[in-house]
């Protein structure tokens, strides 16, 4: 099965990944995951929505990680990127959703009912955080992991 996080269009030029348009959520695992999946699915006008399993998390971004060594980009995506690997070795799952016309305070919503770690809508200039983030992805955001 081919992940989600395959798609080129999820990218930038440089690798990063920037999935304008898309909110990225992480759960606490693979049912809360689906849960939110199902809840987020029947919102009205939403795309697209997308389990992602840890280990395809973690094999995807694995590689920018190290290439990046944590050291701070620009726009803080690399931190984003090198924060969910290490969820996703800690057994989180993640979610894909393409926003489409849907409410993003309803998804958020929906995350936070299944209790999501964290939740990124990648917008057209800004990544604007969905739910309560923990202190450890306050780090990620502030470029301080």
């Known amino acids: 099965m081919t992940s989600p996080l395959s798609d080129t269009s999820l990218y930038t030029a440089r690798g990063v990944f920037?999935?304008?348009g898309q909110v990225f959520a992480m759960l606490p695992d693979a049912a809360r995951a689906q849960a939110a999946a199902d809840a987020v699915s029947a919102l009205p006008g939403i795309g697209a929505v997308?389990?992602?399993?840890?280990?395809?998390?973690?094999?995807?971004?694995?590689q920018r990680a190290e290439e990046v060594g944590g050291a701070p980009s620009?726009?803080?995506?690399?931190?984003?990127?090198?924060r969910f690997v290490?969820?996703?070795?800690?057994?989180?799952c993640g979610?894909?959703?393409?926003?489409?016309?849907?409410?993003?305070?309803?998804v958020a919503e929906?995350?936070?009912?299944?209790?999501?770690?964290?939740?990124?809508?990648?917008r057209a200039l800004v990544i604007e955080e969905l739910v309560d983030?923990?202190?450890r992805a306050e780090a990620a955001a502030a470029g301080k992991l």
Not at 74 to 82: I, P, S
Not at 110 to 122: G, I, K, P, T, V
């Open 18 to 20: 920037y999935p304008r």
């Open 50 to 62: 997308q389990v992602v399993e840890g280990a395809a998390i973690a094999q995807r971004f694995t």
């Open 74 to 82: 620009v726009g803080r995506e690399d931190q984003f990127m090198l």
């Open 86 to 92: 290490e969820l996703a070795r800690q057994g989180l």
């Open 95 to 106: 979610l894909l959703i393409d926003l489409g016309e849907a409410d993003a305070a309803a």
């Open 110 to 122: 929906a995350l936070q009912a299944q209790r999501a770690a964290l939740a990124y809508h990648y």
């Open 133 to 135: 983030a923990s202190p």
